[in-house]
């Protein structure tokens, strides 16, 4: 300070002149009516401006819920989306398994979680493709019994039948009875492994409630005595 | 809180914001500036600090409001000269009229307008308006020895320019 003071001595007068400068005469030119109404506007314009700002942060977090709520939906619809195209086009085989249920007359029940009944499904068609296919020679009837003891590798049904289910799966095995019953004395080397399979469906046609497990052991049975 | 503080200020620091503005801008409705100043205060109140000066704060502001002012009328003198602006310079508020200078302080208040900008800012701070080295670093946000500095420059060259209109006049 000391230092300053030394500095600027030499320019002291002119120091003294600056601050020999008048002030402004406050009572004409900046009087308290004048202070009094500049106050005014700012109040009021504090106001304002404050009440602007409240409903610019009202607005804002008004803003940003409606964004949290479109992104939660982008969100949800993205993941649904990824989820069910998973669901549908992962496996083949299964996709392939839904299809055929349309042709065993499951299609319109109503499964619970977890107990969608892909392999009684699958197993199901097996029966359906047999009953189906007419055999007339004996390799035909042997290659299908293998090929419906592959396809019936897994016998974990999820639940029994209910008779309504089996209705037309019986129906159908009824009305082949007659062409097996005519292969046992057409091709005498399957008479035996025959008549069991179509003993084991004359037994399981009078039933009003049959296991599915059942018939599949049967199958597997036939299959084992074929080869 | 914005309010009242803001409140009180001014009627703190209105009369002293008033002077500096009629220095720094020199004629025209400084009671308009002095209210942009207050404006500008609301506007900006979250960006003051508690245990900074309100003074030095307001001052800050003020200068920033006159050299916007300054800039506005430069532009606006500007399209007069071209011939499509409607500025009309006010006569009957200069700070001559207002501060009735007499001849000696006429001649000296137009060598310190006639000064580079920072010369003048630091002239009207520390020597008009008689503030401190820290008061006048913290306005111009300047550091301490940058406002010593630059004082004694702006002293050196005012004395300059006021002898040589002397020693004109003789």
């Known amino acids: 300070m000391g230092y300053q003071m030394n500095e600027n001595e030499q320019f002291r007068e002119l120091i003294d002149d600056i601050q020999s400068l008048p002030e402004p005469d406050y009572e004409n030119e900046f009087d308290m009516k004048t202070r009094d109404r ?39 619809f993205v993941f649904l989306t990824i989820n069910d195209g998973e669901k549908t086009a992962t496996d083949p085989n299964e996709q392939h398994n839904l299809d055929e249920e349309h042709l065993v007359g499951l299609q319109g029940n109503e499964y619970e979680e977890g107990q969608y009944p892909i392999h009684m499904t699958y197993d199901l068609n097996a029966v359906k493709r047999y009953v189906n296919n007419q055999p007339d020679n004996g390799e035909e009837i042997r290659s299908l019994f293998k090929q419906m003891s592959n396809d019936s590798v897994k016998f974990d049904l999820q639940r029994e039948l209910t008779s309504e289910e089996w209705e037309k799966v019986k129906q159908d095995l009824n009305s082949k009875l007659d062409i097996l019953n005519s292969l046992i004395s057409d091709n005498s080397d399957f008479n035996q492994p025959i008549h069991l399979f179509i003993k084991f469906l004359e037994e399981a046609k009078g039933e009003d409630y049959l296991r599915y497990e059942d018939v599949v052991n049967g199958i597997e049975f036939l299959s084992k005595e074929l080869n | 809180m914005a309010i009242s503080k803001i409140s009180e200020w001014f009627y703190l620091y209105s009369k002293d914001i008033y002077h500096f503005l009629l220095y720094y801008v ?59 602006g409607d500025y009309e310079p006010t006569e009957d508020r200069t700070p001559e009229k207002v501060l009735q200078l007499n001849e000696n302080h006429k001649e000296l208040y137009q060598v310190i307008q006639s000064l580079k900008a920072n010369y003048r800012d630091v002239i009207i701070l520390r020597a008009i308006k008689e503030m401190s080295v820290s008061e006048t670093a913290v306005t111009l946000n300047w550091n301490e020895n940058k406002v010593r500095i630059t004082y004694h420059r702006a002293l050196k060259a005012l004395k300059k320019e006021r002898d040589g209109i002397s020693d004109e006049r003789e």
């Open chain 1, 38 to 76: 500049i106050h005014e506007n700012i109040i009021n314009f504090s106001m304002d401006y404050r009440n602007k700002r409240r409903r610019g942060i009202i607005g804002k977090r008004v803003l940003a819920g409606i964004t949290s709520a479109i992104a939660l939906l982008l969100f949800t």
């Open chain 2, 26 to 84: 020199g004629s025209g409705d400084i009671e308009d500036l002095v209210q942009e100043v207050f404006i500008r205060a609301i506007k900006g109140f979250d960006t003051y600090q508690e245990n900074s000066s309100p003074k030095t704060w307001l001052f800050s502001i003020a200068r920033h409001v006159g050299i916007d002012e300054l800039r506005r009328r430069k532009r606006s003198r500007i399209k007069n000269a071209i011939g499509i």
